[in-house]
T-cell receptor, first 113, second 109 residues
Framework: NAGVTQTPKFRILKIGQSMTLQCAQD?????MYWYRQDPGMGLKLIYY???????DKGEVPNGYNVSRSTTEDFPLRLELAAPSQTSVYFC????????????FGSGTQLSVL | RKEVEQDPGPFNVPEGATVAFNCTYS??????FFWYRQDCRKEPKLLMS???SGNEDGRFTAQLNRASQYISLLIRDSKLSDSATYLC??????????FGAGTRLTVKP
C-alpha cells in the first residue's frame, strides 16, 4: 500500500496562475481532507470530503476548489494563485470521521511569487 | 483566543530527561484529543490518542483534563530520536480537527 500520495512535492507559481494539487489514497478511506500549514501555525482545514461526490468547506476555503469523483482521488484546485497561498499543503485521509487516525501525504511546498 | 494553544518552545533537554507539554483548547464540546508528531519538513504522524482516564504508550503518557480544558504529553527518558514538533489536535466536530501550532522539542546528547 502506498497510503496517501501527493504530487507535486514542490511548485512555484506566478500570481494569477492556476494549478491542481493531486492527492490519491489506496486505503479505501471515505474521508479525505486538505490542510495548509503556514510557518509557526497549526494546520488549517481547507476542504474535506466524506465520500465520492460529496465535498464541504473547512476553515479556510477561499481561493480553492475541490472535487471527489472517486473514492481514491481528491484534487485541490487553485484558480488564481495569490502570494497568500504560499504554504505547505497536506492531503489526509481517514476511515472514520469520529476522531480516527489521519493518514497524511508527504506534502506539497507551494510558493506564489 | 486560539482554539488550540500550545507553548511553541523550543524545549531543549538532555538525553534521559523527562519533559512535559501542555495544550489548552477553547471549545468545551470537543470530543476527541490527539498528539501528533511532525519531523522537520515531513507530514504529521499520529503519536497517540488521549483518553479521559489518561493513557500510556511506552515512554509517553497523555492526560486529559476536561474541567480545565487542557491535555498534556509527558515523555520520559528522552531519546535523540524524540526531537520533533509535537502537535496537539482537538476534534471540534466529527469532520473538523483543529491543530495547535506545535511545541518544538530538541533532545541533546
Amino acid at each position: 500500500n502506498a497510503g496517501v500520495t501527493q504530487t507535486p512535492k514542490f511548485r512555484i507559481l506566478k500570481i494569477g496562475q492556476s494549478m491542481t494539487l493531486q492527492c490519491a489514497q489506496d486505503m479505501n478511506h471515505n474521508y479525505m481532507y486538505w490542510y495548509r500549514q503556514d510557518p509557526g501555525m497549526g494546520l488549517k482545514l481547507i476542504y474535506y470530503s466524506v465520500g465520492a461526490g460529496i465535498t464541504d468547506k473547512g476553515e479556510v476555503p477561499n481561493g480553492y476548489n475541490v472535487s471527489r469523483s472517486t473514492t481514491e482521488d481528491f484534487p485541490l484546485r487553485l484558480e488564481l494563485a495569490a502570494p497568500s497561498q504560499t504554504s505547505v499543503y497536506f492531503c489526509a485521509s481517514s476511515y472514520s470521521n469520529r476522531g480516527a487516525k489521519l493518514f497524511f501525504g508527504s506534502g506539497t511546498q507551494l510558493s506564489v511569487l | 483566543r486560539k482554539e488550540v494553544e500550545q507553548d511553541p518552545g523550543p524545549f531543549n533537554v538532555p538525553e534521559g530527561a523527562t519533559v512535559a507539554f501542555n495544550c489548552t483548547y477553547s471549545n468545551s464540546a470537543s470530543q476527541s484529543f490527539f498528539w501528533y508528531r511532525q519531523d522537520c519538513r515531513k507530514e504529521p504522524k499520529l503519536l497517540m490518542s488521549v483518553y479521559s482516564s489518561g493513557n500510556e504508550d511506552g515512554r509517553f503518557t497523555a492526560q486529559l483534563n476536561r474541567a480545565s480544558q487542557y491535555i498534556s504529553l509527558l515523555i520520559r527518558d528522552s531519546k535523540l530520536s524524540d526531537s520533533a514538533t509535537y502537535l496537539c489536535v482537538v476534534n471540534k466536530n466529527n469532520n473538523d480537527m483543529r491543530f495547535g501550532a506545535g511545541t518544538r522539542l530538541t533532545v541533546k546528547p
